[in-house]
């Protein structure tokens, strides 16, 4: 195969959401909802990504975090709830995802909304930042312990122009980690629950009057040819 005449084009970094919108995929009959709650998050090179992922693991990156004790182990609504960072030369996605019976589409929708304003409130005490920094460097070796993953590894560093450091010192990027860093983390990566787009999964027909208090909702079929909004 012949080489490119020119270097690939480079990806714009997209505008982060201000206020809320919705896509409602309307799936007739179904009977739970699924939802995705996102905006733009922070890229694979974020000077400040080692903090991201501190404070992701203790809101939504392990089964101990804020959202899944909350939609899961106290309330029962769903089986499980997450959250992370999508990471590309540009900016991905931040999202938190769910779901949920039908019926308890709302009260779902407003406890992951209210977990994610708790974040922001209150933000991360020593002794939970403690247990994050530990959970994070006892779940790193096995990310490089295999030759396939050492090779996705390697090719990781290659594309985004990274060093060895960014696995050499890895362990010392997360003991570093404090109060203030995690604080600046959740300002500068976190959305506010007034900042995102909403997708949602369902059965319109049962839900549509009341997910409107979110935003403005968009509606497509799960059976349009293109699955694309209208």
């Known amino acids: 195969m012949p080489r490119a005449d020119a270097p690939a084009p480079a990806a714009a970094s997209a505008p982060r959401e201000k206020g809320r919108r919705v896509l409602l995929v309307d799936k007739p009959g179904a009977t739970q909802t699924y939802f995705w709650l996102g905006n733009v998050g922070a890229s694979r090179t974020d000077p400040e990504r080692t903090a991201q992922a501190v404070v992701n693991t203790v809101f939504g990156g392990r089964f101990t975090s804020m959202l899944n004790t909350e939609l899961r182990v106290k309330s029962g609504l769903t089986y499980g709830a997450r959250s992370a960072f999508a990471r590309f030369a540009q900016p991905g996605a ?16 407003d406890l992951a ?6 974040l922001h409130r209150e933000g991360l005490d020593t002794a939970t930042l403690d ?10 070796p096995p990310t490089i312990e295999t030759n396939g993953a050492l090779a996705a590894r390697l090719a990781d560093l290659m594309l985004h122009g990274l060093g060895p450091e960014d696995v050499d010192e ?25 900042d995102l787009a909403m997708v949602l999964i369902g059965d319109a027909a049962r839900i549509r009057s009341d997910v409107r208090k979110y935003g403005p909702v ?13």
């Open 170 to 194: 890895f362990a010392a990027r997360v003991a570093a980690v404090d109060g203030n860093s995690a604080r600046a983390a959740i300002n500068g990566a976190f959305p506010d629950s007034s």
């Open 218 to 230: 968009t509606e497509m079929r799960i059976t349009d040819p293109r699955f694309a909004p209208r």
């Open 131 to 140: 247990s994050a920094k530990t959970y994070l460097l006892g779940q790193f």
């Open 94 to 109: 931040f999202g938190i995802t769910s779901f949920t019976a039908t019926e308890s589409t709302v009260a779902a929708l």
């Open 113 to 118: 909304l209210a977990t994610l304003d708790r």
